[in-house]
């Protein structure tokens, strides 16, 4: 026996699947979902299938912080799907975001990011490579962001489990690579 986790692409929605094999059996057919809660009736069938609806007063970044963190940390099953919410190809690599914490002795990667309405938030893992504990501020990152939220506010010394948390990063417009500070070129000496 195992189980599948799948998700449908257009609203978020997670299903989970228990299957397992019966020995010496023939094929019987292959698996087909069908979905019966689609009547033609959007906002009927996005309510039965708990497919979260846009609240009013609750801004586009906050809602995808949200939905980004418990991607990374809640169980699949409990994520909710948010309409019109789409997960982005992230086309950064390690050095891109260099810039994004100068100051600080950390490893950086970019994890997942979402976009809804114009907004994109983007979960970037931040490692602490110093034998030292780290403050974190968002006043410190380097870009232009419409916000910034640490998972933790700190990180602890290197080699720890504490050495580790994610920040999430909201831009508007456009992913993180269009906000991000470009590094300055450094000039070598001649030989």
Known sequence: PSRLHVQDVESGEMILLDIATIAGSEALEPIRIVDDRVTGQLDQSNQSAGIAQSVPGIPAPITLTRYAAQ??????????????????????????????????????????????????????QVRNLSPEFVSLDPRSLQGNFYGATFQHNWLGESGQPEDTTVVYLGTQGGGLEKALYSLPAVAQAPE
């Open 71 to 124: 991607s990374l940390f809640a169980p699949l099953r409990t994520v909710e799907p948010v309409e019109g919410l789409s997960k982005i190809h992230l086309r950064l690599d390690d050095k891109s975001l260099g810039s994004l914490l100068p100051t600080l002795n950390v490893e950086l990667k970019a994890l997942v990011g979402y976009r809804l309405e114009n907004y994109t938030v983007t979960a970037v």
